[in-house]
């Protein structure tokens, strides 16, 4: 069965400052991979995704993540963020090839940016 | 466009009710998923319908827990006899096309149900 992780939980931040939020994810054969975004009140809602190509995606607001194979990872990263930032982050991951397809979600990340 | 609506969106019942939960999704996506979301929790796969194929129910965790959906339109998720551990958001999400496709789920704001 696959399975994500979200190391951290809660993460604090000052507007400016640099964002890596890690995903690993445990499953061997091909995959999509999802991070999601529940702003308050709001519903959930695609931040990026990957599939295929270049490991390095770009989604929405300036938001980026990294595929690293051979890690199971696919790490969130924004280089400055911003107040608005504050949000709920959920990374997905789902079967490409067969096996358990229903994509499988993390914890979250609860991320506060100070003004 | 309209996205996909649940209602209602909160519920306040007592253990042993019977409640049902609706969900709509966006016309035309044949893809629809049912995930609960307790407190300090992520989100926990419940049941998953494609078109008129019969549904992947894997993800329920008792057989209080029951869904339909007529076609690829609404959808209704009961839970017979609540208790209070199944006070949690629940999140209806649709798609355009089958998960292993790179379609990305569109969710509803969700149902707050709490069981006193």
């Known amino acids: 069965a696959q399975s994500v992780s979200q190391h951290n939980h809660h993460v604090i931040l000052s507007e400016a400052a640099s964002l890596e939020l890690g995903c690993n994810y445990s499953?061997?054969?091909?995959?999509?991979l999802f991070w999601y975004v529940q702003y308050p009140g709001q519903h959930l809602q695609l931040l990026l995704k990957y599939f295929s190509g270049d490991p390095l995606v770009k989604g929405i607001k300036g938001f980026e993540a990294e595929f690293i194979k051979s890690k199971f990872s696919f790490n969130l990263r924004k280089p400055s963020v911003q107040w608005s930032d504050t949000a709920e982050y959920f990374c997905?991951?789902?079967?490409?090839?067969?096996?358990?397809?229903?994509?499988?979600f993390g914890r979250g990340t609860s991320l506060i940016v100070h003004p | 466009g309209a996205g996909v609506s649940q209602s209602p969106s909160n519920k306040v019942t007592e253990k042993g009710k019977d409640v049902e939960l609706r969900c709509d999704p966006i016309?035309?996506?044949?893809?629809l998923y049912w995930y609960r979301q307790r407190l300090g929790q992520g989100l926990e796969f419940l049941i998953y319908?494609?078109?008129?194929?019969?549904?992947?129910k894997s993800g329920l965790p008792s057989d209080r827990f029951s869904a339909e959906r007529t076609g690829e339109s609404v959808s209704t998720l009961t839970i017979q006899r609540t208790q209070q551990e199944d006070s949690a958001v629940y999140l209806c999400?649709?798609?355009?096309?089958?998960?292993?496709?790179?379609?990305?789920?569109?969710f509803g704001n969700g149902t707050r149900l709490t069981v006193t």
């Open positions: 016309s035309g996506h044949t893809a």
């Open positions: 999400a649709s798609s355009l096309v089958q998960p292993y496709y790179n379609s990305p789920l569109h």
């Open positions: 319908f494609q078109g008129n194929s019969a549904p992947d």
């Open positions: 997905a991951v789902n079967s490409a090839s067969g096996g358990s397809y229903i994509p499988t």
């Open positions: 499953y061997g054969g091909t995959v999509n």
